[in-house]
C-alpha cells in the first residue's frame, strides 16, 4: 500500500524505475487504500466534463486509460516503465481497446503537437516528479483551449509524516522516493501555467475501508488527507 505501515520484513530502498518494474505484476491484484480514493475522486470529477481526445501520464497499467477508452475517447498514454506499460498494453488487447500506449519520460518534455488534447489526466505520480512546474507547463500546452487537466496525487501531507510509496514484493517490503511539496506547491505550479482550478478534492484515511488499510493506522489519522485531486481547465 502506499503509507506509513510497514511489516518487519527487510525493507529496500529503490529508485522510480526499478520500484515500478517490480511493482508491475502485482499493481492491480492489491487492495491499495489511496486507489480507492482517487478512484472515488476521478469518477466524480470527471462526471462534470466532456473529452474527447485524452492523454493519459504515467498510465502505469492503465487503469485510467482503459475506463476512457471504454467511454468512447481517443486515448494516449505514456509511462516510463516498459513493466507497467506491458500489463497496461496486454489489459488494452483483451478488452480490445484502440490505445495508444508509449514508452516516455515526462522529463523529457511531451512529443506532441501543441493543443492536442482536451483532456490530460496524470494519476498518482507527481509525488515522484522532481520539477513539478516542467511537468504542468508541458501539460498546458499539449492541452487545448477549455480542456481539462486532471491531476491526483499521494496527498503532499504524507512527507509531514514521513509515510512513502511502497509495496511487497517476494518477501521484500520496498519504499520509493517521493518529493517533499505542499497542497499549495500544486496549486501554485497549476495557475502559474496559465490554467484555472475548478475543484480541489482531498480524501482522508477515515474514508478508505476498513479492509485496506490496517485499523490502528485508519484510527489514528482518520482525518488525514491521504489524496489529492485538482480539476483545472485551460
Known amino acids: 500500500m502506499n503509507g506509513a505501515h510497514l511489516s518487519e520484513k527487510e525493507i529496500r530502498e529503490v529508485g522510480v524505475q526499478e520500484g515500478y518494474a517490480f511493482w508491475a505484476a502485482s499493481y492491480d491484484q492489491e487492495k491499495n487504500g489511496l486507489i480507492f480514493l482517487e478512484e472515488q ?113 499521494f496527498h503532499p501531507v504524507h512527507t509531514t509524516y514521513g509515510w512513502r510509496t511502497t509495496f511487497e514484493h517476494s518477501g521484500v517490503t520496498y519504499r520509493l522516493p517521493t518529493v517533499a511539496r505542499s497542497k499549495d506547491d500544486y496549486l501554485e505550479a497549476i495557475t502559474a501555467s496559465g490554467l484555472t482550478i475548478l475543484d480541489v478534492a482531498e480524501g482522508l484515511i477515515g474514508e478508505v475501508p476498513e479492509s485496506y488499510i490496517p485499523e490502528e493506522f485508519r484510527r489514528t489519522y482518520a482525518h488525514t488527507p491521504f489524496c489529492l485531486s485538482i480539476l483545472a481547465q485551460k
Open 41 to 153: 475522486q476521478v469518477n466524480r470529477l470527471l462526471a462534470q466534463i466532456s473529452f474527447t481526445r485524452v492523454l493519459d501520464v504515467g498510465t502505469g497499467t492503465g487503469r485510467h486509460a482503459l475506463k476512457l477508452a471504454e467511454k468512447g475517447a481517443s486515448v494516449t498514454a505514456i509511462d516510463q516503465s516498459p513493466e507497467m506499460l506491458a500489463v497496461a498494453h496486454q489489459a488494452a488487447q483483451r478488452e480490445g481497446l484502440p490505445i495508444d500506449f508509449r514508452l516516455l519520460s515526462l522529463d523529457d518534455g511531451l512529443p506532441f503537437e501543441a493543443q492536442q488534447f482536451d483532456l490530460v489526466i496524470c494519476a498518482l505520480m507527481l509525488c515522484h516528479v522532481p520539477d513539478l512546474t516542467h511537468a504542468l507547463e508541458e501539460f498546458a500546452g499539449v492541452l487545448q483551449k477549455g480542456g481539462h487537466l486532471l491531476i491526483t496525487d
